[in-house]
């Protein structure tokens, strides 16, 4: 029903079955080495050795590997399905382990849904529900909220939000019915007050645990444990009749919020993690309880005390081959790292995973190994807080049911584990190590492929709005998590060593580069006054950077201006930025309520008046006096190096130009993306050609032209009768679609495009929530089959071609308001060379076999007939 359901709908929004033909592409996640966001869920399989999987808040899900890498289950969310990558549970099945469950939604406005897989997340069947879920919600580290019966594994169990209450299912997950004898959905609320409604929702029920040993195979379990974000009243419920009635556990300490609830069944207890928040980024107190079944009784076995309890519990593991042997983690301790503790003993007596020796001195009780994302290391978290090698965030451990030397946990950033942990009760010495290889879980924020140096520079923040607290980290963001600042990519397929170095910010907002001089970058960041100023510049593509505003520190007038535009507005400097083409001026249209700022020399940064502070911007890659600007329907031209802009002409119906991208090698040949479809002006903005059969387009790029000197590959994320990635090596008169059903790429207004300008066909795709990704072609290009006008055009002239492999897209009408100048030379041009355009004074012949076909107003090209 709901796959039916839902391909009514892309119906209705897609009249067009697949309007482009499609060419293969290889795509592969430039590799960052793991993690770099939150890894709220690790949960083994209890019955298939080997078997686990991760889910995120952003990044969809991940199964394991034999080789401790992970695989992607979700890339085939496109844009129809991005909250598909918000995780907020999930559940393996027991009894056929090839069956798995996740409940998806990340608090869009859209309802929620459980995938089902019976294939260990190969391919899934959504559910949908009639309510939303949050993936990337406050206590999305409670769980799991979603549990598949051990003994009847057609039924299993939903924990929803926002007093939605209990869910039930008995056709395994396809359908579900609210479960009316559970009561209580849940009381806590992070912040009744934020208006936004992200910390005003009820977190509602945290976990939902079976008790495997009270029933037997074949039938539903009789008892079930429920515990609920409440905290002063009843959290923690059970059934003993397989969920008909409830009642609370006697004896139960509500003061504060059960984060899980993981079950021993050979000791018949059940372990719990309380925390006095919500998580994952808070928490100062806590407990672990554990509850003896056959006798109902509750004992505290939390394993420190006193002034040492500064932190709240998240993870609970307990070791299934070894009954009594538990690990907890404390949730978040800031200070002077994160911390787990590991008992044999049934919570009696635990021990650290370090200690302090002589102070400050740490006794690390492990050696520590971030091979795998070098970059994660000591170096990289703030040290004055700590080093927080450890983690922060740790909601999720679990130990490989049938290997007591393996266990994982994740943390705000990536997931830690170890091979040898037997030996934490041996020599009391584990080696730790980052384990998320092929997790990729970042939010790239800017994307550039300079023409020399490095081939990728990112710039790498987190979802939505960033914020900085000084109660946390300089280097946490809005979910806690850490914020990457972005990298110089020297190599695609092996992480870097370091992130960007000095200026380090909340997270880098966008980067640019000088045409002219492309090692000289500019990158902006995002966070609040006492991080100084957001904006750095380097000569070395990236590899240093300086803030030498204001043309010596001891000027302040630029450090106080950026200061103010910060500390005005709090905490948001953000925005664009476009480097001029020698370098040496950075316009900079922040986020901050300061509107769009220009800095000539390093000088500080005055107002832009003339330019909207909504605009897109864009430097001419040629002349250094030359920005462009875009905002409503207008576009905007400066030639005084950014000081004043003028509206050149309109961008048709436009309300909301998303991009602009300027050819590399010609000035004013300049590309607009809008909410309208796709715009090209040869002639600085004067006047602009609409792209037809382009009704909307987000980000877009221009890479390596398909011959040599041709013109540059164009490459769009749009709706050309239907979404996706396109390229054109015409220019937008012929497209191919580049992305397949297995590579949707998320939603797609969040995402960033870059091109290379070295490799033909080389595209860079970064998501809101995975990572970066590339993409090269694989397969033949599909034949073009439009034709670009062959007639000089002239002002306001209609041209109508037929589009490739298209049957009922409208057909392709290019609006020409401007005028190309032809040759007099009456030489013959060889096929695949320049045949015309603006001041082309060579043969306008073709040489036969092929005819000369106009590419824009600078570019007309010998192509085969
Ligand atoms: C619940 O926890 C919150 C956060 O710690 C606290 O402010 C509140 O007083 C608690 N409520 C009760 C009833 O214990
Ligand atoms: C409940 O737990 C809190 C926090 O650990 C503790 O202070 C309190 O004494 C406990 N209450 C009971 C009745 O055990
Ligand atoms: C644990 O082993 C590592 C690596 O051999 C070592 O550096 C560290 O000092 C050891 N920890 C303790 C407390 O002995
Ligand atoms: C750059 O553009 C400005 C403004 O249009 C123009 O005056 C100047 O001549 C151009 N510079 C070069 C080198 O073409």
Redesign the pocket.
């Known amino acids: 029903m709901a796959v039916l359901k839902l391909l009514g709908i892309l119906a209705a929004i897609y009249p067009v079955a697949s309007a482009v033909n499609s060419q293969s592409y290889t795509w592969k996640n430039v590799k960052i080495g793991g993690g770099g966001g939150f890894v709220p869920g690790i949960v083994f399989n209890p019955s298939a050795k080997g078997l686990a999987y991760a889910r995120t808040d952003i990044g969809g899900a991940y199964r394991l590997n034999a080789d401790d890498s992970w695989t992607p289950l979700l890339d085939f969310a496109d844009d129809s399905r991005w909250n598909y990558w918000g995780v907020d549970a999930l559940a393996t099945d027991p009894v056929d382990p090839n069956r798995l469950y996740l409940a998806t939604g990340i608090w869009d406005p859209n309802n929620g849904q459980i995938l089902i897989s019976t294939d260990q997340g190969a391919s899934f069947t959504p559910s949908q529900l009639p309510f939303k879920v949050g993936g990337n919600m406050p206590g999305r580290g409670m769980g799991e909220r979603l549990a598949v019966d051990p003994n009847l594994n057609s039924v299993l169990f939903f924990g929803a939000r926002s007093g939605n209450g209990l869910w039930k299912s008995t056709n395994f997950g396809q359908t579900w019915a609210k479960v009316s004898s559970f009561t209580s959905t849940g009381t806590f609320i992070p912040d009744p007050t934020d208006s936004s409604g992200y910390n005003s929702d009820k977190l509602g029920i945290a976990w939902v645990t079976f008790d495997s040993t009270s029933g037997k195979s074949g039938t539903a379990t009789p008892r079930i444990f429920v515990g609920v974000a409440s905290n002063g009243t009843s959290n923690i419920f059970v059934s003993q009749d397989a969920g008909s009635t409830w009642s609370a556990v006697p004896g139960q300490?509500t003061?504060f919020l059960p984060h899980k609830g993981v079950l021993s069944p050979v000791e018949k207890v059940l372990y719990v993690s309380y925390s006095d928040g919500g998580g994952p980024y808070d928490g100062t107190l806590g407990?672990i309880m554990k509850y003896d079944i056959a006798n109902s009784k509750w004992t505290?076995i939390t394993p420190v005390s006193g002034s040492d309890l500064y932190f709240g519990f998240g993870g609970v593991g307990v070791d299934l081959q070894k009954p009594g042997t538990i690990m907890v983690a404390a949730l978040n301790s800031w200070w002077p790292d994160g911390q787990i503790f590991r008992s044999t003993n049934g919570g009696s007596t635990w021990s650290p995973l370090w200690q302090f020796g002589n102070y400050p001195d740490i006794n690390k009780y492990y050696s520590y190994d971030d091979s795998l994302a070098p970059w994660l290391g000591p170096n990289f978290v703030d040290t004055t807080l700590g080093d927080l090698q450890i983690g922060w965030m740790m909601e999720s451990l679990s130990i490989d049911p049938f290997d007591s030397n393996h266990f994982l946990y994740g943390t705000g950033s990536t997931i830690y584990g170890s091979r040898n942990l037997l030996q934490w009760d041996s020599t009391h010495n584990i080696t730790l190590k980052s384990m998320a290889d092929g997790i990729e879980e970042t939010s790239i924020q800017g994307l550039i492929s300079p023409p020399t140096g490095p081939s990728l520079l990112s710039a790498v923040g987190d979802l939505g709005g960033t914020f900085f607290s000084s109660s946390f980290s300089a280097e946490k963001n809005i979910d806690g998590e850490v914020a990457l600042l972005g990298f110089v990519h020297n190599s695609l397929t092996t992480a870097p060593q370091t992130e960007f170095q000095n200026p380090k910010w909340s997270t880098s907002a966008d980067i640019d580069f000088a045409g002219n001089n492309p090692t000289n970058i500019v990158r902006i960041g995002t966070g609040d006054s006492s991080q100084g100023k957001q904006v750095a510049l380097s000569t070395d593509s990236g590899a240093s950077w300086n803030q030498d505003f204001g043309a010596a520190d001891n000027v302040q007038g630029s450090y106080n201006l950026i200061y103010a535009a910060l500390s005005f507005v709090e905490e948001f400097a953000g925005g664009k930025v476009a480097f001029s083409a020698d370098g040496d001026t950075v316009l900079w249209r922040t986020n901050s309520g300061q509107g769009v700022l220009v800095s000539q020399f390093t000088n500080p940064f005055t107002s832009v008046s003339s330019l909207p502070s909504t605009a897109a911007i864009a430097s001419d890659k040629k002349n250094n006096s030359i920005f462009y600007g875009a905002a409503g329907s207008s576009f905007y031209l400066s030639t005084d190096g950014g000081k004043t802009f003028k509206v050149t002409s309109s961008l048709g119906s436009s309300t909301s130009p998303v991009k602009i991208v300027v050819n590399p090698g010609v000035t004013g040949d300049v590309w607009v993306s809008t909410d309208k479809g796709l715009f090209h002006s040869t002639n600085s903005g004067s006047s602009f050609t609409t792209i037809s059969g382009v009704s909307q387009a987000w980000a877009i790029a221009l890479g390596a032209p398909s011959k040599s000197g041709g013109y540059p590959a164009l490459f769009a994320a749009a709706n050309i009768g239907g979404l996706g990635y396109f390229r054109s090596d015409d220019s937008g008169v012929n497209w191919v679609k580049i992305n397949d059903a297995a590579h949707g790429f998320g939603s797609v207004g969040a995402n960033v495009l870059t091109a290379d300008p070295r490799i033909y066909g080389r595209v860079y795709i970064g998501t809101n929530g995975r990572g970066i990704w590339y993409g090269d072609a694989s397969g033949a290009a599909p034949p073009p089959t439009a034709t670009a006008p062959t007639t000089t055009p002239t002002s306001a002239s209609t041209t109508t071609t037929s589009r490739p492999g298209t049957t009922s897209v409208p057909g392709t009408t290019t609006t020409k308001t401007s005028t190309a100048p032809t040759s007099t030379s009456t030489g013959v041009a060889a096929a695949w060379s320049q045949c015309g355009g603006q001041g082309w004074t060579g043969p306008t012949q073709c040489a036969s076999g092929s005819v000369c076909t106009y590419q824009n107003d600078f570019y007309s090209q010998c192509l085969p007939q």
């Open positions: 300490n003061t407990a505290d």
